[in-house]
Structures are given as C-alpha cells and as structure tokens.
C-alpha cells in the first residue's frame, strides 16, 4: 500500500507520492537490470531447452523477447557507464531516458548526456538522441551498418482481426516499397485519392501479385496459400443466422457470408494420413500449424519460423501420422527433445508436457512471485532515492537542438582531446542558470 489514503489524501501530496515512487521504482529497475546483466555474463540461464537470456527472461519473468532483448542491452551498458548508472540508481532518469542515452553514449560523453536528460522530458530526449545520431554518424560507414542492422518488419493480428504491420527499412529498400505502392495504385485504383485505405488496398495488391507470380517458383506454393478452417456444415446449412464463425490463419474470425465467398475455388484438407506415410503431407501440415498457431509448442518458446512437424510417438514405433500425435516444434526445441532425452506427450485436447530425463516437467510458464510484502522490499531497495529526484530540473522550456547536440558531441570529443565541433576548444561546460535556460533548452 501507498504511505498515504490515496482516495482521501490532499491531492498536492498524492502528486508527491506518485512522483517519489517513481524515483524508487526506476532506482529498482537500474538494481535488477544490473543484476539481470550479471546473470547473463555469468551464464546462468544456460540448460537445455534455453536458447539465450532473452528467452529465459521470457519464460521466467513474462516479458516478449523483443522486450528481454532491450532490458539485457542496457542493462550491459549500465555496467560500463558510471555516471549513468548513479543517475539511474538514485532514481533521477527514468528508464525511459536511460535506455535512449545508453544508445548513443560512451564513458567520455555520459555526464553530459545525463545533463541534457535532467532537463528534458523523455520525448525530447528521443529527439535529441535521433539528432545527435544523425549528426554525429553523417556518412559514415558506422551508421550504414547500424542502420541495415535496425532494419525490421513486424506484424500482429488486433482484436478486431485486422492485421497491423510496422516496418522499418533502410532509405533504399523504403524508397523501392514506396515505388512498389505507387505502382499497385496506378495499376489497380487509376484515379483514386491516395489515402491511408487506399494504400492498404496498394499493399494487398502488391503482395497478392507477389504469389502469383512467384507461385511457380517456390519449392512449395501450397505453404504459401490462406487457409480457411470451418465445420463442413457451414457451407450446406440454410441456417446462416445461428452458425459458429470461423478462422483464417492464424485463428482470426471471419463471418460465415466471407467463407461462402473464399469456398467458391477452394480445396478441402483431411486431418490425418495414418500410417501410410511417416512424412507430413501439406493439407495436413496445414491443419497442424492452424491448430498450433504457427508457433513452437516448446514451453517458454514462441518461434514461428524453421518449425518441424514432430510425432509425439515415432513413426518407428507405430505412431501415425495424424494431427493427434503432431505437434509443431522450432528447429532447436526439436533437436532438443531427440537428443537430450526430453519426452513430449500429447493430451487429448492437444495438450502438451515436455518431461527432462529425470522425469519432471518443464513447466510452460513460472509464476511470478513478488513476496508477501512487495512495496516494503522496493521501498528498502531504494531508500536512498530522494522525494521528487525523478522529476528532473525540466521547466517547460523546449528543446534547443542545435546546441544540445553541440555540447554533447563536444563533451565526446573532449575525452578524446580534439576540438569541439564547433571549432573551439570543449571545456568544461556547467548548467546555465535558469534566467537563461540550460543548454539544451530554448525560452
């Protein structure tokens, strides 16, 4: 519980307590990502079945591996940078901030990056660490690489169905989907306003046109086809209003009127192939990853690319070669469970308990367990934090670019013992007063 009646307190002090666990809980989250680090270099999440810390952080304490991926990054980072690490620790940068310096900064320039976040609200810090990269990695060979290695395409279905997609391409690579965009709207929409829904209908156009003209070339054209899963009924029963929906891969509900309109050219899948054939045929591969939803069934992992098709009982020793005994694994979990003497069963509602050599099962998710009295140990961890230290010495002034970047890149360039960039020599450089705003403001 908060120090205070949270419903009842005078709102001037509820303000403060808000602020002041803010402060602790960043002093904590800098404490537990240093701890997080130290178990990563000491190898601690090593075992079978475990790719990396990311994915141990993942299965362990619930977090995506995108998100493990980060906390590890600056967690390393927080370990060879000080002053950024005392900032944290006494709970005056949040993470937030943290995590935009440690993208940017070394040991010679960190004071100054922790200067400018003091007075700077999280969003301007972002801006003046995109700027400062820009500038300071103009033409050269370093940012072309980081920029390649940033590159990324992403996508998740809504609750709604819709699929949202975010990418993010080098400048060549953009300004050929862009030229791709322009296209499918002049060849599809001639005449049309280019909007967003448009655009949408431009990036259907260009994927649709992508299959169809790859198709023949794949090594396996049907792994590329939708899927539709529905009950036989649906399309022969007149009771249209009272029919159960339906799923497009990856189970997103479709109306039964959008199947009747899919089913005109489409072909029908069998859920099994017994013992005929030890390999898994493509209809049924289908089923299988439909059921699986495209991802590892491994505990703790969720892959969905390089996926095996595996028999729960081998081929060899009579299990069948149908959906009840498949289970769909990522190339390293499958391995895992052939040789490092794991077993994996299949429950009848398809299920799955994956047993280690001794016996016991690995467990698909580990609760998380914050203790009996949670605040009191977050209040202990970080009872050096002062009250308000999160907030900053940020006075609503906005952010003065240009000499933000000049003062940092010549704190960088101080340690190195050349000239500023802007030609004189850096210097040491204090806080300006605030009749005339800090350096990185602007009135």
């Known amino acids: 519980m908060f120090d205070i009646d949270v419903e009842h307190a005078p709102l001037h002090q509820l303000e403060a307590e808000i602020c002041s666990w803010a402060g602790r809980i960043s002093a904590a989250r800098c404490a537990w990502l240093l701890a997080l680090a130290a178990f990563d270099r000491r190898e601690g999440w090593a075992g079978v079945g475990i790719r990396s810390c990311a994915h141990w952080l993942s299965w362990k304490c619930g977090t995506s591996l995108r998100t493990g991926y980060e906390h590890l990054r600056v967690g390393h980072a ?44 999280a969003s301007q810090l972002d801006r003046l660490v995109a700027a400062y990269g820009r500038l300071h990695g103009r033409d050269g060979l370093g940012q072309v690489i980081d920029r390649h290695a940033r590159r990324s395409c992403s996508w998740r279905w809504d609750d709604d169905g819709s699929l949202i997609i975010h990418a993010r391409l080098t400048p060549e690579d953009g300004a050929l989907f862009v030229n791709a965009l322009d296209a499918a709207h002049t060849g599809h929409a001639p005449g049309m306003p280019r909007d967003r829904a448009t655009n949408a209908d431009a990036l259907t156009a260009v994927a649709g046109g992508f299959l169809t003209s790859r198709a023949p070339t794949l090594a396996d054209p049907a792994r590329y086809t939708v899927n539709v899963h529905i009950d036989a009924n649906l399309l022969t029963d007149g009771d249209r209003e009272h029919q159960s929906r339906s799923d497009v891969e990856p189970g997103v509900a479709v109306h039964p009127e959008t199947v009747r309109r899919l089913a005109y050219d489409a072909g029908v899948a069998i859920p099994n192939a017994g ?66 003497g794991l077993t994996l069963a299949i429950s009848p509602d398809h299920g799955v308990t994956v047993r280690r050599p001794d016996g016991t099962v690995i467990p698909h998710q580990h609760p998380l367990n914050a203790g009996t009295e949670p605040l009191r140990h977050l209040r202990n961890a970080a009872a050096s934090v002062a009250p308000g230290a999160i907030s900053g010495r940020w006075a609503g002034e906005s952010l003065r670019l240009q000499e933000s970047v000049t003062a940092l890149l010549n704190a960088g360039a101080a340690r190195q013992g050349t000239r500023g960039h802007s030609g004189r020599s850096p210097g040491p450089r204090g806080p300006r007063q605030r009749a005339s705003g800090p350096a990185s403001r602007q009135r």
């Open 78 to 121: 927080l370990e060879q940078l000080p002053a950024l690490r005392d900032a944290f620790a006494s709970g005056r940068l949040s993470y937030a901030k943290v995590r935009a310096i440690s993208r940017v900064t070394d040991v010679g320039s960190e004071a100054e990056w922790v200067r400018q976040a003091e007075h700077a609200t």
């Open 275 to 340: 013992r005929r054939r030890r390999t898994v045929p493509q209809t049924l591969r289908r089923l299988l990853e439909a059921r699986d939803r495209g991802t590892c069934r491994y505990p703790g992992c969720d892959h969905t690319h390089w996926l095996h098709a595996h028999h729960a009982v081998h081929w060899a020793d009579g299990g069948r070669t149908d959906l009840d005994n498949l289970v769909l694994l990522c190339s390293f979990h499958h391995h895992a469970v052939h040789e490092a």
